[in-house]
């Protein structure tokens, strides 16, 4: 029993990241320069994001890293810099880094997740 209901939250885990990954990909937005990356949800649940950012030739190679827990109407700020923002909506593992592939913010820009 408890090994079905741990099923069913994983199933549900991964089809709540694929949804919020395919919405959140069309509502990056670029803004000019840089001072960091915005996080908006305009969802009605709360989004749990985890960056990295900073030197590094490829996502699974930067070393800052932040989480965030951006609660339903709120926005979190990613002091980056002039950095872009790697993020992923699913908890990433130490050996193949985000599960669900590590998605790009520019540096200055937005991302609102419905």
Do not use: H, I
Not at 6 to 15: P, S
Not at 35 to 54: D, H, P, Q, W
Not at 79 to 96: E, F, H, I, M, Q
Request: proline residues 4%; hydrophobic residues 40%; glycine residues 14%.
């Amino acid at each position: 029993m408890v090994k079905a209901a741990r099923g069913r939250k994983m199933m549900l885990a991964m089809a709540t990241v694929a949804a919020l990954g395919a919405a959140s990909l069309a509502a990056a937005e670029q803004a000019p320069g840089g001072s960091g990356v915005s996080f908006v949800n305009a969802g009605k649940n709360t989004l749990y994001v985890y960056t990295r950012y900073g030197a590094g030739t490829s996502c699974d190679d930067m070393r800052t890293s932040k989480n965030l827990k951006v609660k339903a109407g709120e926005t979190a700020k990613v002091d980056s810099g002039d950095s872009k923002v790697c993020y992923c909506l699913a908890l990433p593992n130490r050996t193949d880094g985000c599960p669900g592939g590590w998605a790009e913010v520019p540096p200055g820009g937005s991302l609102t997740v419905q």
